[in-house]
């Protein structure tokens, strides 16, 4: 909270500069970008999501949610392709590189989307932290050990993360990438694109018009609840144990209608083992086919 009263306070003493010297138009986007993170952080050895997804393979896509702690100076480069503004993706943000390939970063944070909305484009300093898989989704923050005594990558201090992040932008239209559902159960296809901004196309819930998307009933032991589709090109439905739209109940629109149709549902695409958890981050995430 003092970080984000500290960022807001920055931006508020731009702003009346700014009017003093004639008009807000005078806070520069350089401004704005330096009132979040860490300025110092620095590209000493960039790497791309690929590349370190690749690096530390047996790592992240181990069966035993294993992980390990970054020790030399490390970088990557982005742009954020997900956040909590709505409440589906919760205390993490997702970004995504010029490798085309996505990755979860993990900040015991509420609010992120305040500094880093979708677009925004970021250096993530890697040394000290920690990546590992939960599930065998590639994740950055540090070790969490639950009630069971299982440890595994989860959320991050919040102060910490200001000291391992810069902003630098911001990019204009992020696109989503088709999901092939051809590939749907391809171990290669499942690690190159797990973390990524993906859209469905010309699919149907299998419960559209009836039931919503996360009623309190039917949440499990983590406040969500899964949806299932039917591939409308294909006439038949997706198995359940392959793909699911899931809902947080605490998400703003967990209590709307599923619409009814054919859709394009977009989404942040994450695995848990060989199943997709499809991430959707607003309602406008889905929208008719035609």
């Given at each position: 909270?003092?970080?984000?009263?500290?960022?807001?306070?920055?931006?508020?003493?731009?702003?009346?500069?700014?009017?003093?010297?004639?008009?807000?138009?005078?806070?520069?986007?350089?401004?704005?970008?330096?009132?979040?993170?860490n300025q110092e952080v620095k590209e000493t050895n960039r790497i791309t999501?690929?590349?370190?997804?690749?690096?530390?393979?047996?790592t992240v896509f181990a069966s035993s949610n294993t992980y390990h702690q970054i020790k030399e100076p490390t970088q990557l480069r982005g742009w954020v392709t997900g956040n909590d503004i709505?409440?589906?993706?919760?205390?993490?943000?997702?970004?995504e590189d010029e490798s085309g390939e996505g990755i979860l970063i993990c900040?015991?944070?509420?609010?992120?989307?305040?500094?880093?909305?979708?677009?925004?484009?970021?250096?993530?300093?890697l040394k000290d932290l920690y990546i590992g898989g939960y599930g065998k989704q590639p994740e950055i923050g540090t070790p969490y050990t639950n009630s069971n005594g299982k440890t595994y990558v989860s959320r991050m201090n919040p102060r910490l993360w200001q000291q391992h992040y810069k902003r630098i932008g911001f990019k204009e239209?992020?696109?989503?990438?088709?999901?092939?559902?051809?590939?749907?159960?391809?171990?290669?296809?499942?690690?190159?694109?797990?973390?990524?901004?993906?859209?469905?196309?010309?699919?149907?819930?299998?419960?559209?018009?009836?039931?919503?998307?996360?009623?309190?009933?039917?949440?499990d032991a983590a406040n969500c609840v899964p949806r299932y589709l039917k591939d409308?090109?294909?006439?038949?439905?997706?198995?359940?144990?392959?793909?699911?739209?899931?809902?947080?109940?605490?998400?703003k629109f967990a209590a709307e209608k599923l619409p009814e149709g054919k859709l394009n549902i977009t989404?942040?695409?994450?695995?848990?083992?060989?199943?997709?958890q499809v991430l959707i981050r607003d309602l406008d995430d889905v929208k008719p086919a035609n």
């Open positions: 909270m003092k970080k984000i009263l500290l960022s807001l306070g920055i931006l508020a003493s731009f702003a009346l500069s700014s009017c003093m010297d004639g008009g807000y138009d005078a806070v520069t986007d350089q401004q704005m970008d330096a009132a979040y993170g999501i690929q590349e370190l997804k690749a690096k530390y393979n047996s709505q409440g589906n993706i919760y205390s993490e943000i997702t970004m900040i015991s944070q509420g609010g992120l989307f305040g500094a880093l909305p979708v677009g925004a484009e970021i250096i993530v300093e239209n992020v696109q989503a990438s088709d999901f092939d559902l051809s590939k749907i159960k391809d171990e290669a296809y499942l690690q190159a694109n797990c973390g990524k901004l993906m859209t469905l196309n010309n699919v149907s819930f299998q419960k559209g018009g009836t039931a919503t998307y996360a009623p309190e009933a039917e949440k409308e090109t294909a006439g038949k439905n997706i198995a359940q144990a392959s793909l699911q739209i899931r809902t947080s109940t605490y998400a989404g942040v695409f994450t695995r848990y083992n060989d199943t997709w």
